[in-house]
């Protein structure tokens, strides 16, 4: 049974920080790509950013550039993703997501089947200004 436990999150001043958490079980860690989705009120669910595990790439929106950073543990089967500088508009429900590498990042940028990946439960996060 494949589960991802997302832990984190939670209300924050814009230019705070917060870090988010997914652990996996039930697949093997290194043949899938883990990310997070975000939706805000009102607005369609959107990649954030992800990382492969299977080579260690990884993939950022435009907009979370130079102030997120996801990284992954193999150790706990885990990947966190640091989020510094936050603005309002990051305020959202965050999803973390796994999908076999063959997809890899593309399928967090781009269109997907949402289908062919494991989802764990949403976690909010809220800035204010």
């Known amino acids: 049974d494949v589960q991802l436990q997302a832990s984190g999150g939670g209300l924050v001043r814009s230019g705070g920080s917060l870090r988010l958490s997914c652990t996996a079980s039930?697949?093997?860690?290194?043949?899938?790509?883990m990310g997070w989705f975000r939706q805000a009120p009102g607005k369609e669910r959107e990649g954030v950013v992800s990382?492969?595990?299977?080579?260690?790439?990884?993939w950022y929106e435009d907009s979370v550039k130079g102030r997120f950073t996801i990284s992954a543990d193999n150790n706990d089967n885990t990947v966190y993703l640091q989020m510094n500088s936050l603005k309002p508009e990051d305020t959202a429900i965050y999803f973390c997501?796994?999908?076999?590498?063959?997809?890899?990042?593309?399928?967090?940028?781009?269109?997907?089947?949402?289908?062919?990946?494991?989802w764990g439960r949403g976690t909010l996060v809220t800035v204010s200004s």
């Open positions: 997501a796994a999908v076999s590498a063959i997809f890899g990042n593309d399928w967090f940028s781009a269109p997907r089947n949402d289908r062919f990946g494991y």
């Open positions: 039930g697949i093997r860690f290194d043949d899938y790509a």
């Open positions: 990382i492969n595990n299977s080579d260690g790439t990884s």
